[in-house]
């Protein structure tokens, strides 16, 4: 498979998957860490050669940019803000904004889609609940949950937490990690056949220009449901993952604890070596 720059939008595709996505991205109204206003996320995106974006702000636990003190329907109402007013300038300008969210779950991160405002104020449970139940009710409501950056070390992160089976899919690709945490995740992914995902994790506009992460289909997405049908099928796209990025060398290490989760959500400490990853 071919991956290109093409001269005119510097934007990377891939031969067969014309139509791209990016389905990680913050905005500065609903993400505490957000730079960008969502409305001005849309002129750039079109501009890169993007057929669509998921807004996927941090909810209540991550670094939200809403009041946590707000009544559970006013949280939600102000959170969906960021993805709001990015759907508003997608509707002028023709281009296609769909919602989700980050949630945190002590301190492991998800992606979750499908599921909308309304839901989300209709089940406050989702808030707090432990992450096994939160893939079990995401699941059972006909939502995606993709576990975020898997490998990833940060100074917030205090271990590594896998949940291959408590996820519908992970992102192999975050262009907010260094490229060892993507290596790691995409080999881990692919060893155990769990689809793979790659977003930007986009906070500032400034860097969206030539971003060599998104997702990439062969057929256009008309609705937030068709994103979750296909990524749970595994068909029809394919994520874009640079070449240094999926390749493990001798120098890479992880420098946290890492635990891998059974199907009874216990973790079991982990090195590379027992994951396959050295
Ligand atoms: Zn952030
Ligand atoms: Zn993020």
């Known amino acids: 498979m071919k991956e290109s720059i093409e001269e005119n939008d510097m934007s990377v595709t891939v031969e067969g998957y014309p139509y791209k996505y990016e389905v990680h991205m913050h905005t500065a109204e609903s993400s505490a860490c957000g730079k960008t206003h969502a409305a001005d996320y849309i002129a750039a995106f079109i501009e890169q050669g993007y057929d669509g974006m998921i807004i996927t702000d941090h909810f209540f636990h991550g670094n939200t940019a809403v009041d946590r003190n707000l009544p559970w329907e006013d949280f939600v109402e102000e959170f ?11 509707d002028k300008q023709g281009f296609k904004v769909f919602f989700g969210w980050e949630a945190n779950r002590l301190v492991d991160e998800y992606l979750i889609y499908g599921l909308d405002k309304a839901w989300l104020k209709a089940h406050p449970e989702v808030r707090d609940c432990p992450h096994d139940e939160l893939f079990k009710l995401i ?3 006909g939502g995606l949950i993709v576990g975020a950056h898997p490998f990833r070390e940060r100074p917030y992160v205090p271990k590594v937490n896998l949940h291959p089976l408590q996820v519908h899919a992970m992102e192999a690709c975050n262009f907010g990690n260094p490229p060892y945490q993507d290596a790691f995740a995409y080999n881990f992914c ?30 256009p997405l008309n609705d ?11 068909k029809g796209f394919v994520p874009l993952i640079p070449e240094e990025r999926k390749k493990i060398t001798p120098d890479m290490k992880n420098m946290l604890p890492m635990f891998l989760y059974d199907e009874k959500n216990i973790g079991h400490p982990v090195e590379l070596e027992d994951l396959g990853l050295k």
Do not use: Q, W
């Open 139 to 141: 699941d059972s409501e």
């Open 224 to 234: 937030i449901s068709d994103y979750v049908k296909r990524v749970k099928s595994g």
């Open 190 to 219: 692919k060893d155990r056949n769990i689809i793979m995902t790659s977003g930007t994790d986009l906070h500032d506009v400034k860097n969206l220009a030539g971003a060599p992460t998104g997702m990439c289909f062969a057929e």
């Open 80 to 90: 969906c803000k960021g993805y709001e007013i990015a759907k508003a300038e997608g």
